[in-house]
């Protein structure tokens, strides 16, 4: 690829010195990292790991840009709306960094996480098909890879699932646990979306941030989840941090996570269960309430 100036990944990274190491770095340029998912956060997270300095990267992605897309995702612009989002996000990315090693893999992405997998230690999530989500937590534990994702709600948050953690549809209850991903239905795509909602409304603001007629709606799957760039955005710059600290292997957070207040910017970190559990109790009578008022 022509550039109108001699790139230089030293140049490029320069800035970098005094966050990170030149050991650190040279991890960095040595690490490839699968993303699946290249809208909002996965865009987002995409272009900070490139712009760090991350030599390869793999992007899964089936979808095609769409005009929706323009208001949250980083490579969704006029001249790429209709376009593979994969193809497209891996042209903007070598735009960055020409040295780049990027491959992309289409619909068929996850049939091939044997072979993924193994070449791709570290992963990001930053997709919203529930199915092939867990699916894909599932063979990283058996690969050995880690995992590093966001709760399927409106806020920014952000977990990392090392292979000997307890993968989200057991830590949070999901329906499928044991199920064949294949043939997981709506309804349980629906519990599963109102486990993270639930926790999200125990561990976190969200009940401030979004009314209740809205929750109801996202949970029963009659409305997009809402999404404004700077918080999409924000969700995949926290993914794109923890991925750079367990490639440079720094502490990170853990499977639990943590949200982002982005109206206060504060940090929200899981409650201790004595707290929890009764706040859980509540919010569950509350999204049942929710839910049989939406149906």
């Not at 030149?22 to 998912?37: D, F, H, M, P």
Request: charged share 25%; hydrophobic share 45%; net charge negative.
């Amino acid at each position: 690829m022509s550039t109108s100036f001699a790139f230089s990944y030293e140049e490029m990274v320069g800035r970098n010195a005094g966050l990170l190491s030149a050991t650190e770095q040279a991890l960095l340029r040595e690490a490839r990292v699968l993303v699946c998912g290249a809208g909002g956060a996965g865009g987002a997270a995409l272009q900070s790991l490139v712009r760090a300095g991350v030599g390869a990267i793999t992007i899964a992605d089936p979808g095609l840009f769409d005009r929706a897309d323009v208001n949250r995702q980083p490579f969704a612009t006029a001249d790429t709306v209709g376009k593979l989002k994969a193809s497209a996000t891996a042209d903007a990315l070598l735009r960055i960094n020409p040295t780049l090693a990027v491959e992309t893999r289409g619909a068929d992405w996850v049939e091939h996480l044997d072979e993924l997998l193994p070449a791709h230690p570290v992963v990001i999530c930053a997709m919203d098909d529930v199915p092939s989500a867990i699916q894909l937590q599932r063979k990283a534990r058996e690969h050995g890879a880690t995992v590093v994702s966001a709760y399927d709600v409106p806020l920014p948050s952000v977990m990392v699932t090392r292979p000997a953690d307890p993968r989200p549809e057991e830590r949070l209850g999901y329906p499928t646990v044991g199920a064949n991903w294949r043939i997981i239905t709506d309804d349980e795509i629906a519990a599963c979306r109102m486990a993270d909602m639930l926790h999200a409304m125990v561990h976190s603001s969200v009940e401030r941030q979004v009314d209740e007629p809205l929750r109801a709606e996202l949970i029963a799957g009659t409305r997009a989840r809402p999404s404004l760039a700077p918080l999409s955005m924000l969700t995949g710059a926290l993914m794109a941090l923890e991925t750079i600290k367990l490639l440079a292997h720094r502490d990170t957070v853990d499977c639990r996570g943590v949200f982002l207040d982005p109206w206060t910017v504060r940090i929200e970190r899981p409650k201790p269960f004595v707290l929890a559990w009764p706040l859980e109790w509540m919010a569950r009578k509350r999204l049942e309430r929710l839910v049989r008022r939406e149906s």
